[in-house]
């Protein structure tokens, strides 16, 4: 009998904390539009079936209505460890060397959007590399815009 109480305290518990999860994404704010921000921000961004919400702490920083999305981009910055690599070079010249040729990447998505009564903006986010691509699917899926690889564009003066 003891099991069994034991089990279903378990399983209510297991639920309630389940419901309680955070279900937002954690991005850095690296520029833009939205009032009240500044670079470098940590924000949660939300998706929801009609709209995108950025919040800090528990403000809500900025709403954006799906339907008003009008492109959605994304790209890497890659870099090498330079700065990393120097300083362990002075501890241990090896691991130094060896750190200096590993890679770094930093996801980041642009958000436009234009909802046809004067509010226009975009923001620029970075995302953690595991979930870039869910922060992606999840964008696409509401605002049904596919996104674009801004490493692929070319610019041309």
Not at 7 to 21: K, R
Not at 66 to 95: K, N, P
């Amino acid at each position: 009998m003891f099991k069994k109480a034991l089990a279903v305290a378990l399983c209510v518990l297991m639920s309630v904390a389940g419901l309680a999860a955070d279900d937002g994404y954690k991005v850095d704010y690296d520029g833009g539009s939205v009032t009240g921000l500044k670079p470098g921000s940590d924000l949660k961004l939300y998706i929801d079936k009609s709209a995108v919400r950025l919040a800090k702490g528990k403000a809500n920083a900025a709403t954006i209505p799906a339907d008003a999305i009008t492109e959605i981009s994304y790209g890497q910055d890659v870099h090498r460890r330079v700065g990393a690599a120097i300083g362990l070079a002075v501890v241990s010249f090896g691991i130094g060397g060896l750190m200096a040729l590993t890679k770094s990447k930093k996801h980041y998505i642009g958000i436009t959007w234009d909802d046809g009564k004067g509010n226009k903006g975009g923001l620029a986010i970075q995302a953690d590399k595991d979930d870039y691509r869910g922060l992606l699917a999840g964008l696409e899926g509401v605002s049904g815009k596919k996104a674009v690889n801004s490493d692929t564009m070319t610019v041309k003066n």
